[in-house]
């Protein structure tokens, strides 16, 4: 079967490892919160005050979600080693089955959490689709391979 | 939808592993078909009928299920 919107197996090593490092860094950010100066951008659209003003900001945080996303989309949507239509159906499997899971945790988290805690639930929930995937995914083919 | 494929590995005795290199599929994909947990495509249906030199309906039938 041809399933040309999978990325190369090898991308799949580069992103557990980028996903390691990432994981890190976002724990280092969450609990210390750092600014590194280095990393201090003016920014000439996005401002709290009109979308068309320039705005400083320190890009750490955003690196984190690029490297996040990328690593993620890598881990989740590389070819196995050997790619089949049973492999194909499992993806295809787990990726509903994740979907209907993360919005089923989101809708419950509406009840649950309010205004700024809602904010940080809705930028955890930027990551979770892939990772609930990813998981899963894993899981049905570890499965598969033992029986 | 049942299936032969065991029966039919044992009576040329190659194992899921040499099936599946055969057919070109990983060694779960037979272990799933055999346990009627997946349903292969036409086109794996007829690559491994044509292992066993077999049609491919004196392989896989339906069930009584199938059709309900």
Redesign the interface.
């Known amino acids: 079967m041809n399933t040309n919107y999978l990325f190369p197996n090898q991308f799949k090593k580069l992103g557990w490892v980028l996903l390691f490092l990432s994981i890190i860094l976002g724990l280092y950010w969450i609990i210390y919160f750092p600014e590194p100066s280095f990393l201090d951008v003016t920014i000439p659209f996005g401002s709290d005050n009109g979308f068309l003003n320039s705005t400083r900001d320190n890009f750490f945080n955003e690196l984190i979600g690029i490297f996040l996303i990328m690593s993620l989309l890598w881990v989740a949507f590389s070819k196995e080693k050997q790619e089949d239509e049973f492999i194909n159906k499992l993806r295809l499997d787990s990726l509903v089955w994740a979907t209907y899971f993360n919005y089923f945790i989101l809708l419950l988290s509406m009840f649950l959490f309010y205004g700024l805690n809602f904010l940080d639930v809705m930028v955890y929930n930027l990551f979770t689709l892939l990772l609930f995937f990813i998981i899963r995914f894993n899981w049905k083919l570890h499965k598969s391979k033992k029986a | 939808m049942k299936n032969t494929i065991r029966v039919d590995r044992a009576i040329k005795n190659i194992t899921q592993a040499k099936l599946a290199e055969l057919v070109?599929?990983?060694?779960?994909?037979i272990?799933?078909?055999e346990?009627g947990k997946?349903i292969?495509?036409t086109v794996?249906a007829l690559k491994i009928a044509q292992v066993f030199e077999k049609k491919v309906d004196d392989i896989f039938q339906l069930e009584d299920k199938d059709l309900a």
């Open positions: 070109q599929v990983s060694r779960q994909t272990n799933a078909i346990l997946y292969p495509s794996l």
